[in-house]
């Protein structure tokens, strides 16, 4: 017999099997802030790694200022073209116009200062102004490039042209300073400041707190930072131990922290997210700083690929035009030094040949750019040549001929390489390479070693004018090598190549470590 079921107890029923499933649909809506997100396709610029906001406010004013300091290159070159052409008493012809129209194009596309806010808002250093002047020398070239093209460089009066030409980049620098000056007097400035603190005190937090105080125009006001290890155990820094981990939200919400970078080592993961999704229920912005100090870095550097953000830690130094700008180099140098050199090298040539037997060029296999092997040349200065033993050439080696001692000490025996220069296989400046044999003995003995293959091999490089060049008798004398080899690398620039060739001749001359 069935008994009677209350509708009411009856719904009660069906409400309570329901709910399972709608609270799994209502859990399945909420996502976590930590949690990781799949895409089904990456949308360019979805992932764009931008500037942090440095101010609250005044940021309608900020855009402004920062719009002004845009359009103040084309600016100041129209108006001190008028200026002048005025003073000379002459009208603004045809040709004017359409020089002032090109000067225009031209200063805005070449004279632009850096966008990102944290560099537009530092005082313009000298390198800065060096570079501006550099590019202003650009727009001119154009400019008379043009007018020789279309025959109308003579319409212009040569007095205008060069008063123009001299004035107008001063008047950009100047203008220049006076918009940065505008921008601290505006903007940057206490009640604008955003409230930071640092989660994790590491080397890398250390450092941009350290950099944010030494530069309060940028309006980061440091509070401190958090974490969970006790002040005696933490490294010797200025940043003031607000709490641990746990009390970061709540420090947050009640002192109006407006940005918190966490500075957690990569392994704390777990516990990154779980400060992500405690500081969601404030209004604070969230920044990740990676401690890549942990890393033997080489042209480290931020970036994205199809909007997917990436940090290079390894990477080699030229990229975009510098790859050029060395090539560049290297073939007008070896082109001057093959001409001036061209009499010595011969009678080098002669003299190999007729002081003992065998080829005059000694051909080598060595690794180059990213460990391809490549031949290099060499003037023969050993009776033999090398065979499957790689041995360095030591002090009185009985294998060295009594001209290639000479070749060898002053590094005449060198001077073949200047063809692997202008074939590619070699640069002026760079790491030296090795024989093969030495090159696999070496790898497995230094960590690190094959990095060095990243760039060029040269014919000189840092190692070689600090000292390390010639035998290197001990595994300490080799470590020294490779450290200065990937200096070069963490700092090329062509200036650098410059300095490096011009220390290479006086140290040619003092060191007797070649033999």
Not at 308 to 332: N, Q
Not at 334 to 346: G, I, Q, S
Not at 349 to 376: E, M
Request: a positive charge.
């Amino acid at each position: 017999m069935n008994a009677a079921v209350d509708p009411g107890e009856l719904a009660r029923r069906e409400a309570a099997r329901a709910r399972p499933a709608r609270e799994k649909q209502e859990r399945a809506q909420v996502v976590s802030i930590g949690t990781r997100v799949h895409r089904d396709r990456v949308t360019p610029g979805s992932y764009e790694i931008t500037q942090p906001i440095l101010f609250k406010g005044h940021t309608a004013l900020a855009g402004s200022i920062l719009l002004l300091r845009a359009i103040a290159p084309s600016l100041v070159a129209i108006l001190s073209l008028y200026v002048i052409i005025q003073i000379n008493g002459l009208t603004m012809t045809r040709d004017f116009r359409m020089l002032s129209l090109i000067a225009c194009v031209l200063a805005g596309v070449l004279l632009q200062q850096p966008r990102k806010a944290t560099t537009q808002l530092l005082a313009p250093e000298f390198p800065a102004v060096v570079g501006l002047m550099v590019r202003w020398g650009a727009v001119l070239g154009i400019l008379l490039a043009i007018g020789y093209v279309t025959q109308e460089s003579e319409d212009f009066p040569r007095r205008v042209i060069i008063t123009w030409a001299a004035v107008t980049p001063v008047l950009v620098i100047a203008v220049t300073y006076a918009i940065h000056a505008l921008a601290r007097r505006f903007i940057a400035q206490p009640r604008n400041s955003r409230k930071v603190v640092f989660v994790g005190c590491t080397e890398a937090s250390m450092s941009l707190a350290q950099r944010l105080r030494r530069h309060p125009e940028l309006c980061m006001s440091v509070s401190g930072c958090f974490d969970d290890r006790d002040a005696n155990r933490l490294a010797s820094t200025d940043l003031n131990l607000l709490g641990r981990f746990a009390d970061l939200p709540k420090y947050v919400k009640d002192n109006g922290i407006d940005a918190v970078f966490i500075a957690l080592p990569l392994r704390h993961m777990r516990r990154m997210q779980d400060l992500l999704n405690e500081l969601s229920d404030t209004t604070a912005s969230l920044y990740f700083l990676p401690d890549v100090f942990v890393f033997d870095l080489i042209q480290a550097r931020s970036g994205d690929i199809l909007g997917v953000p990436v940090v290079s830690l390894c990477e080699t130094p030229f990229h975009g035009l510098r790859p050029l700008a060395k090539r560049l180099m290297d073939v007008v140098f070896v082109t001057v030094a093959l001409t001036l050199l061209a009499p010595l090298l011969l009678a080098a040539a002669i003299g190999v040949r007729l002081s003992s037997p065998g080829p005059i060029i000694y051909r080598q296999r060595r690794y180059g750019l990213d460990g391809q092997k490549i031949t290099i040349y060499k003037l023969r200065t050993m009776y033999v040549t090398e065979g499957d033993k790689f041995q360095q050439a030591t002090r009185n080696d009985n294998r060295v001929t009594p001209l290639g001692r000479f070749l060898r000490r002053t590094s005449i025996d060198e001077l073949p390489q200047l063809i692997n220069v202008l074939q590619g296989r070699m640069s002026l400046v760079g790491p030296r390479p090795h024989a093969i044999a030495h090159n696999e003995e070496i790898r497995r003995l230094i960590r690190g070693y094959m990095l060095r293959h990243k760039v060029p091999p040269g014919i000189t490089g840092l190692a070689q004018i600090k000292g390390f060049r010639g035998e290197t008798p001990r595994l300490s004398d080799m470590h020294a090598r490779v450290h200065y080899d990937l200096e070069y690398m963490r700092n090329w620039s062509l200036w650098l190549d410059f300095k490096i060739l011009l220390k290479t001749v006086p140290q040619l001359i003092r060191s007797d470590k070649a033999y």
